[in-house]
């Protein structure tokens, strides 16, 4: 599929949601990240799955008490 396919993006946001389970909030973020730039970059900001990336994202910072960056994601996730 390659490095820069939407399904490749679910692969990267699965393996991120793992590492938010095994509490390795700074792995999960960047499997996140990565699966985000997939995303922007094949779908659109305002696509389903760029949304749900948000969210995730947002959690994370939640867990770590980054209040303003969670904000911020779930924000973005609702646009």
Do not use: C, F, W
């Not at 396919?5 to 991120?16: E, R």
């Not at 995303?39 to 008490?65: C, D, F, M, P, V």
């Not at 969670?70 to 973005?76: G, V, Y």
């Amino acid at each position: 599929l390659g490095e820069q396919h939407p399904d490749t993006a679910i692969s990267y946001n699965s393996i991120g949601n793992v590492y938010d389970r095994k509490r390795e909030h700074d792995t999960a973020l960047q499997m996140l990240t990565k699966a985000l730039q997939i995303q922007l970059a094949t779908l659109s900001e305002r696509h389903t799955s760029t949304a749900t990336t948000y969210n995730s994202i947002g959690t994370i910072y939640h867990s770590k008490r980054e209040y303003d960056k969670a904000l911020l994601m779930h924000e973005k996730a609702l646009q």
